[in-house]
């Protein structure tokens, strides 16, 4: 085979959850370029319409479905829909997450006042409704598949070194990775050992979820938080959506027949360095 030929994605079928956001939608598009059939699953139906959209007119091929990670139902209801449609699933991009501002430490909201149900609503958004059941649901498909299958996770920093104000994040992406490598030995152990289990582990994007903790509303220069952050990472900037592309089309591709288990940083730098 060619060298080149091995990160191609021609003939599969790649299903990117939350794949009408920023980041994830930006994956979608790199996988179909690179000759996947792309399913956009997102709770917000007219950003996942305007993805796969954005995907056909670059002659692309890719459809829309409605997904909540909250309801498993949904879930089920869109691997349903995606068999009839395609007949396969091949890679299972698990994008959604995010952070809750009432799961955030303030100076107005102390940590020991954090309401519970927050914290287990992030961790739940970030790793059973985000991460695991969509698993469950997608991945029993991918086990019929002769050639196996891969499966990215979207971890992040926090994983590697928790963050100050973000307990229940910081929390859910370190179960992200820790549920990565154990699914990767699981699945090779007991069912099939062609389907692979990695994540990437974003360092800092600047993103409407973070960007309150980051820039100023009203001016949009940096917060201490985000100059921290800067002066943290060498390559001495935030990262852009296209960071993440390569990386995952590794993942995804026969490029990578041999890897499970890891979490790959995109960080500039970031988890590397001391602060000296």
Not at 77 to 91: N, T, W
Not at 93 to 112: E, H, I, R
Not at 211 to 233: E, F, M, N, V
Request: net charge negative; hydrophobic share 50%.
């Amino acid at each position: 085979m060619n060298m080149l030929e091995q990160f191609s994605l021609q003939d599969k079928v790649a299903v990117v959850t939350a794949g009408g956001g920023v980041l994830c939608g930006a994956i979608a598009e790199a996988m179909a370029q690179a000759g996947a059939t792309v399913a956009v699953a997102d709770l917000l139906t007219e950003q996942a319409e305007a993805r796969a959209k954005t995907i056909r007119q670059n002659g692309g091929t890719a459809n829309a479905y409605y997904m909540d990670a909250f309801r498993r139902e949904t879930i089920e209801e869109a691997r349903d829909k995606i068999l009839a449609d395609f007949g396969k699933i091949d890679i299972l991009v698990n994008g959604v997450g995010g952070n809750m501002k009432a799961a955030t430490t303030a100076p107005d909201l102390s940590f020991f006042d954090i309401p519970a149900d927050a914290l287990m609503r992030v961790v739940d958004l970030n790793l059973v409704g985000g991460v695991i059941v969509p698993t469950q649901v997608f991945v029993k498909a991918m086990l019929a598949n002769p050639n196996g299958g891969a499966v990215i996770n979207i971890s992040s920093m926090n994983a590697f070194r928790p963050l100050t104000r973000i307990p229940g994040y910081s929390a859910a992406k370190a179960a992200v990775s820790n549920f990565t490598q154990w699914l990767a030995v699981h699945l090779a152990q007991e069912y099939q050992p062609l389907v692979r289990v990695n994540a990437i582990a974003p360092g800092f994007f600047l993103t409407e979820q973070n960007r309150y903790l980051l820039t100023d509303k009203d001016t949009g220069a940096l917060t201490a938080r985000g100059q921290a952050i800067i002066s943290h990472t060498p390559m001495g900037r935030f990262g852009a959506p296209e960071d993440l592309l390569g990386t995952a089309i590794w993942l995804a591709s026969d490029a990578s027949r041999f890897v499970t288990g890891v979490v790959i940083p995109v960080d500039g730098g970031f988890s590397a360095f001391s602060g000296v």
